[in-house]
């Protein structure tokens, strides 16, 4: 089965600075998508960042980015010029290639300091 | 644009009491996905379906039960609530061929006393 960590439970950030949240996963597969989901007090789940696993490249989402290193399983997110709207719970999730659920990990609380 | 509707938004049910919760996926999505978010916890897979079978199973309890319909709507039911069962259940839907985009519902608080 796959896991998910986030070895971060909380992490803070001064208003127009950089964080980067870490996650790691475990997995025997090679094909394979990583996620970073958001979840504001709203509760509702948004949709940062995706990365396909067979992309060398990693991705990228305005301010948002993505650190993916396969063979380590890391994928980290960077969250560039930090705003207080991205103060959120944000969670990593794995899915497999042919399969659609979503493995999440435990989250990582963010607070933006302004 | 639509978004994934979830019905009620919140509910109070009593211990060994019943309850349906009610997932619309956006329009012409084919695949939803039934989840669970416990207090201070990550969201837990439950159960997927995809042009109305199940496609996918996760850590559902027997006394819960899912199904979809004909318009692609989907239902969870859930029989002799325990308090543990309280909780923040979220509702996901895709498109075949699009399925890295799976789009969340704004979840159903389910308060067992």
């Known amino acids: 089965a796959q896991t998910v960590t986030q070895s971060q439970p909380e992490m803070s950030v001064q208003e127009a600075e950089t964080v980067t949240l870490s996650c790691t996963y475990d997995?025997?597969?090679?094909?394979?998508?990583l996620f970073w989901y958001k979840q504001p007090p709203s509760r509702q789940m948004i949709l940062v960042i995706r990365?396909?696993?067979?992309?060398?490249q990693n991705a990228t989402e305005n301010r948002f980015s993505v650190n993916f290193q396969k063979a380590a399983k890391s994928f980290s997110l960077k969250i560039s010029d930090s705003q207080l709207g991205d103060a959120a719970m944000y969670f990593c999730?794995?899915?497999?290639?042919?399969?659609?659920?979503?493995?999440f990990g435990t989250g990582t609380r963010l607070t933006i300091i302004p | 644009a639509a978004g994934v509707i979830q019905s009620p938004r919140h509910l109070i049910k009593e211990k060994r009491e019943t309850a349906t919760l009610k997932c619309y996926p956006i329009?012409?999505?084919?695949?939803v996905y039934w989840y669970q978010q416990g207090p201070g916890q990550d969201p837990q897979f439950l159960i997927s379906?995809?042009?109305?079978?199940?496609?996918d199973k996760g850590s559902i309890p027997d006394r819960f039960s899912a199904q979809q319909f004909s318009d692609y709507h989907s239902e969870l039911n859930m029989s002799s609530l325990e308090l543990g069962d309280s909780a923040l259940y979220f509702c996901?839907?895709?498109?075949?061929?699009?399925?890295?985009?799976?789009?969340f519902g704004p979840g159903t608080r389910l308060t067992v006393t």
């Open positions: 996901a839907s895709s498109l075949t061929g699009q399925v890295l985009k799976q789009y």
């Open positions: 997995t025997s597969e090679s094909d394979y998508y």
């Open positions: 999730a794995y899915r497999n290639f042919g399969n659609e659920k979503l493995t």
């Open positions: 329009p012409r999505h084919d695949t």
């Open positions: 379906f995809y042009e109305k079978m199940q496609s």
């Open positions: 990365q396909e696993a067979y992309k060398q």
